[in-house]
């Protein structure tokens, strides 16, 4: 993944100061401002103007306003935002030109994101006193000068932009959540940072923008000590103080981070932020707020979302970790994470808490008035307690948290309804009684007898076999699952086959021709040597910009090129689209005619990503995959579009309507 190489240093002093001046400079314009700034810069004359309400917010100052009878967001933005953005250079960028670059890249319909993107000003000129606003040199924000929370510092030059407005309502708005909806959120945010890292890989001067300090970065997290004394609780002080000294024994000196992978984070995947279409059906209608977006470590991004998922209406309904787990499952099918980012995420969730509640207090602290910023402080705490402070004192509690997270990672399955199976995870905190804990089940019981074996293993006994010619087990594996998913896109499964799918290692001669030409001899060759049914499997890989090379000969091109090999193969082309092809062949027995299934699979030919102990899924990214590869995405995942799944799927229709007259055959 791209970024930059240095990284813009800091310490707690400058942490101070940026948040002093935030809360010193955090606008607060009045309804009728807001009216003067939309006539004098987004409006024509004669344009029907209503400012409906403020909206919450942190450090910027947010309305929903109609023009016309449209929706509008109007964001007026913190001074020291505008200050950088009013102060830049004329081949600089800052952090609202960022926001503006990830609006627009997000909104690409391959990504599936909806964001809100920036509105034009108007081009005519117009005068309204001291709101008259210049309108900067893209034409997509302008400048104002209006109120901040100093009267010292008031009016000061702010940026204003007008974003367009998502029809829905924000989950925190939601009177209840399912634990499938948190799970469907952890999806969204996993195609935001898909998009996301294409941003990070192909947009220099947005990782450069990105490189800067901002005090709600997760890696800046001991820069908090300075705040730890505006805590009043003791016990809570030395909760937060036991984090950071962890975070840093483990993360920093330690090293840990340094294994984490790197990318444009949103960084703020919170309740608020996540907009719902309604309150019903739990379908998530869009994302907002990217003013905390950096370059950090990619991880953060989802113990965000995780920490924000334990402070939501749901997880404050003493289902905290069981809100965390689904956001996590949903996240990881779309975006895997590697088995270090997982090892550390409570630390990274109990880190966010830490930020979150420690800041929260020094923000009351210099404005009492406003009840917003108390709106996590409790829950927040809470959720700490329960992450962190209670596993200090219980270390069982702390490996139960990890091996929920890591059973929320193991399975990924979708219900019925399209949304995900989340019934495993759907667990009380521990502060809950179990009334059934005398008969619960638990999993390191072994005094119960064997399991009796059922009717169908019984009768997989007696079942006719059929050799896949393979001595690869993990291929094996990935046939045998698809063959035994049904349509290899829900739980639903088909009619129990009729034979037993078993593999043997044959070496057969090297042959050349078309891929289907292939497969047939191959397959005409393995069942005279096994003498019986036997299924042969493969694969192509066919850049279209070598009229479909390396095509069937893809692993010796593999062998002798490797994977960076085979992209410089086609470096001199602008075209980069291939397709994934598997030709399954079936016979029946020696002699018997050979029948060709062909599955393919289309996409994109990229540089390596992922895993790589399974060939060539590294470069290969089909156009249904929401931006991953092969080998970044979940087996289940996989199985849904891949060319194999196709093409055996194919078989396994074929297996099922002509069973009679293929056991006839086998017999």
Same mark, same amino acid.
């Given at each position: 993944? =791209?970024q930059p190489s ?6 707690s ?8 001046m935030r809360?010193l400079l955090?606008p &607060? ?8 700034v939309?006539?004098s810069s ?11 309400k403020q909206?919450e917010?942190y450090d ?5 306003v109609e023009?016309?009878?449209t929706?509008?967001i109007?964001k007026?933005h ?5 200050g950088y953005y009013?102060n830049?250079k004329?081949?600089?960028g800052?952090h609202?030109d960022?926001?503006k670059?990830?609006f627009?890249?997000?909104?690409? #319909? ?10 034009p000003t ?6 309204d006193?001291?709101?008259?606003g210049? &309108?900067t040199?893209?034409g997509?924000?302008?400048i104002h ?8 510092h &008031?009016?000061h030059q702010l940026v204003?932009q007008?974003l ?5 309502i %924000?989950?925190?708005s939601?009177?209840s959540?399912?634990i499938?909806?948190i799970?469907?959120a ?8 898909v998009a996301l890292?294409?941003l990070t @890989?192909n947009?220099?001067q947005a990782c450069k *923008? ?9 890696k @800046?997290?001991?820069d908090?000590?300075?705040f730890?004394?505006y ?7 030395e909760?937060v103080?036991s984090v950071?000294?962890k975070?840093e024994?483990?993360?920093v000196?330690?090293?840990? =981070?340094e294994q984490?992978?790197?990318?444009i984070l949103?960084?703020d995947?919170?309740?608020?932020n996540?907009i719902?279409k309604?309150d019903?059906?739990g379908e998530?209608?869009g994302v ?9 470590w990619?991880?953060?991004d989802? =113990?965000?979302?995780?920490t924000?998922?334990m402070?939501s209406?749901?997880?404050r309904? /003493? $289902?905290?970790?069981?809100?965390a787990a689904a956001?996590?499952r949903?996240?990881?099918s779309?975006? #895997?994470?590697?088995s270090?980012?997982?090892k550390?995420?409570?630390l990274l +969730?109990a880190? $966010? ?6 800041l929260?207090?020094?923000?009351y602290?210099m404005?009492p008035? /406003? ?6 402080a409790?829950p927040?705490?809470?959720?700490l ?7 200090c ?5 702390a490996?139960?948290?990890?091996n929920l ?5 193991k399975k990924t ?5 399209g949304l995900f199976?989340?019934?495993d995870?759907? *667990?009380?905190?521990?502060c809950?009684v179990?009334?059934?804990?005398s ?7 072994? =005094?119960?007898?064997?399991?009796k074996?059922?009717?169908i293993?019984e009768?997989?006994?007696?079942? %006719?076999s059929?050799?896949f010619?393979t001595? /690869?087990?993990?291929k094996?594996?990935e046939?045998?699952? +698809? ?6 896109k829900t739980?639903?499964k088909?009619?129990?086959l ?5 593999n ?7 042959l050349q021709?078309?891929?289907?030409e +292939?497969a047939?001899?191959k ?6 040597e096994v003498?019986g049914?036997?299924i042969?499997e493969?694969?192509s890989?066919c850049f279209n910009a070598?009229?479909?090379? %390396?095509g #069937?000969? +893809?692993?010796w091109f593999?062998?002798?090129c490797?994977?960076?090999g085979?992209? @410089?193969m *086609?470096a001199?082309?602008e075209?980069?689209?291939?397709y994934?092809?598997?030709v399954?062949?079936?016979c ?7 029948i060709?299934?062909d599955?393919r699979t289309?996409?994109l030919i990229?540089p390596? $990503?992922g ?9 290969f990214?089909?156009y249904e995959?929401g931006?991953?590869t ?7 995942g996989k199985?849904a579009?891949s060319?194999? &799944? $196709? ?5 396994r229709d074929h297996?099922?309507k002509?069973a009679d ?5 086998i017999k």
């Amino acid at each position: 993944m =791209s970024q930059p190489s240095n990284e813009t240093k800091t310490s707690s002093s400058s942490l101070a100061s940026d948040e002093e001046m935030r809360k010193l400079l955090k606008p &607060s314009p009045s309804a009728d401002d807001i009216l003067k700034v939309l006539r004098s810069s987004y409006c024509n004359d004669g344009d029907d103007v209503k400012v409906s309400k403020q909206l919450e917010s942190y450090d910027d100052c947010n309305y929903l306003v109609e023009i016309n009878n449209t929706k509008y967001i109007v964001k007026v933005h913190n001074g020291v935002e505008s200050g950088y953005y009013t102060n830049k250079k004329n081949d600089d960028g800052c952090h609202i030109d960022l926001m503006k670059k990830i609006f627009r890249h997000l909104n690409k #319909p391959e990504f599936k994101v909806k964001t809100s993107l920036p509105m034009p000003t108007t081009n005519v000129s117009k005068k309204d006193g001291e709101h008259s606003g210049a &309108s900067t040199e893209d034409g997509f924000s302008s400048i104002h000068k209006l109120p901040v929370v100093s009267a010292s510092h &008031s009016p000061h030059q702010l940026v204003v932009q007008l974003l367009e407005y998502i029809e829905g309502i %924000p989950m925190s708005s939601c009177r209840s959540l399912s634990i499938e909806t948190i799970a469907s959120a952890g999806i969204y945010l996993g195609r935001v940072c898909v998009a996301l890292d294409d941003l990070t @890989n192909n947009d220099e001067q947005a990782c450069k *923008i990105a490189n800067h300090y901002h005090a709600w970065d997760g890696k @800046n997290t001991l820069d908090i000590r300075k705040f730890v004394q505006y805590i009043d609780k003791q016990d809570r002080r030395e909760m937060v103080q036991s984090v950071l000294d962890k975070f840093e024994t483990t993360l920093v000196k330690g090293g840990a =981070s340094e294994q984490f992978r790197k990318g444009i984070l949103q960084s703020d995947f919170n309740d608020a932020n996540i907009i719902m279409k309604n309150d019903i059906n739990g379908e998530i209608a869009g994302v907002i707020d990217f003013g905390d977006s950096t370059l950090s470590w990619r991880v953060l991004d989802i =113990s965000v979302a995780m920490t924000y998922a334990m402070l939501s209406v749901y997880g404050r309904a /003493n $289902r905290g970790l069981s809100a965390a787990a689904a956001m996590l499952r949903g996240f990881h099918s779309i975006y #895997p994470l590697t088995s270090h980012e997982q090892k550390h995420l409570r630390l990274l +969730i109990a880190a $966010r808490l830490s930020c979150s509640a420690t800041l929260g207090a020094y923000s009351y602290h210099m404005n009492p008035s /406003n009840k917003y910023l108390l709106l996590h402080a409790e829950p927040a705490w809470t959720a700490l307690d329960l992450i962190w402070g209670q596993c200090c004192k219980n270390p069982g509690m702390a490996s139960a948290i990890d091996n929920l997270f890591y059973v929320a990672c193991k399975k990924t399955s979708t219900s019925s309804g399209g949304l995900f199976n989340c019934t495993d995870l759907s *667990i009380p905190d521990p502060c809950v009684v179990d009334l059934l804990e005398s008969v619960r089940k638990h999993g390191g019981d072994t =005094s119960e007898p064997p399991e009796k074996r059922t009717k169908i293993q019984e009768e997989t006994d007696t079942k %006719p076999s059929i050799t896949f010619v393979t001595g /690869n087990k993990k291929k094996l594996e990935e046939v045998k699952r +698809i063959l035994q998913a049904g349509d290899g896109k829900t739980e639903k499964k088909v009619e129990q086959l009729s034979f037993v799918i078993t593999n043997q290692k044959i070496d057969l001669p090297e042959l050349q021709g078309s891929p289907v030409e +292939i497969a047939k001899e191959k397959c005409s060759l393995a069942a005279k040597e096994v003498g019986g049914a036997v299924i042969t499997e493969d694969t192509s890989l066919c850049f279209n910009a070598l009229n479909n090379l %390396p095509g #069937p000969y +893809i692993k010796w091109f593999l062998d002798d090129c490797g994977l960076d090999g085979l992209n @410089n193969m *086609i470096a001199f082309s602008e075209d980069k689209t291939g397709y994934a092809q598997t030709v399954v062949a079936f016979c029946p027995g020696p002699g018997e005619d050979t029948i060709i299934f062909d599955g393919r699979t289309h996409g994109l030919i990229v540089p390596p $990503r992922g895993k790589l102990d399974f060939g060539w899924d590294p470069i290969f990214q089909p156009y249904e995959s929401g931006g991953l590869t092969y080998a970044e995405m979940s087996k289940e995942g996989k199985d849904a579009i891949s060319h194999r &799944s $196709r093409a055996f799927l194919q078989l396994r229709d074929h297996l099922s309507k002509e069973a009679d007259t293929i056991k006839a055959k086998i017999k």
